[in-house]
């Protein structure tokens, strides 16, 4: 509410400022329009970099956080030897493997969805005049 009484005032201050006889309607309006987007300039300009502090502090408090998590829980800790190798090894072939498997999907569906539009299409094409 704050933003329309300003955007409000500033019209009405530009407004009443200008003699009337003087300067013609649209000129008015002009310097209007020029004050409000220059108000909203400043006031989108504070807000970003209030947002952005804010986010910035919110990070880092989520970070901190995450991390004592892991401190306390003994995550994120690695494994080494010959145990760490296998279970990285069998993360690496799980992935590849889903990897394929999308990829096998997805250009499936992609050259079923190419071949009913280019029948739909001569159908179309068949039904018309």
């Given at each position: 509410?704050?933003?329309?009484?300003?955007?409000?005032?500033?019209?009405?201050?530009?407004?009443?400022?200008?003699?009337?006889?003087?300067?013609?309607?649209?000129?008015v309006?002009?310097?209007?329009h020029?004050?409000?987007?220059?108000?909203g300039?400043?006031?989108?300009?504070?807000?970003?970099?209030?947002?952005?502090?804010?986010?910035?502090?919110?990070?880092?408090?989520?970070?901190d956080?995450?991390?004592?998590?892991?401190?306390?829980?003994?995550?994120?800790?690695?494994?080494?030897?010959?145990?760490?190798k296998?279970?990285k090894?069998?993360?690496?072939?799980?992935?590849?493997?889903?990897?394929?498997?999308?990829?096998?999907l997805?250009?499936?569906?992609?050259?079923a969805?190419?071949?009913?539009?280019?029948?739909?299409?001569?159908?179309?094409e068949?039904?018309?005049?």
């Amino acid at each position: 509410m704050r933003i329309q009484h300003i955007f409000t005032a500033a019209a009405l201050a530009a407004f009443a400022a200008a003699p009337a006889g003087a300067q013609s309607v649209k000129k008015v309006g002009s310097e209007v329009h020029h004050a409000l987007k220059k108000t909203g300039r400043e006031i989108k300009e504070v807000g970003g970099e209030v947002g952005s502090a804010t986010h910035k502090t919110l990070s880092k408090a989520g970070k901190d956080t995450k991390d004592e998590l892991k401190r306390s829980t003994g995550g994120g800790v690695k494994i080494g030897g010959d145990v760490g190798k296998v279970a990285k090894n069998v993360s690496k072939e799980s992935k590849r493997v889903g990897r394929k498997s999308k990829k096998a999907l997805k250009s499936g569906s992609s050259a079923a969805h190419k071949d009913l539009t280019k029948a739909g299409k001569e159908a179309k094409e068949t039904v018309k005049p």
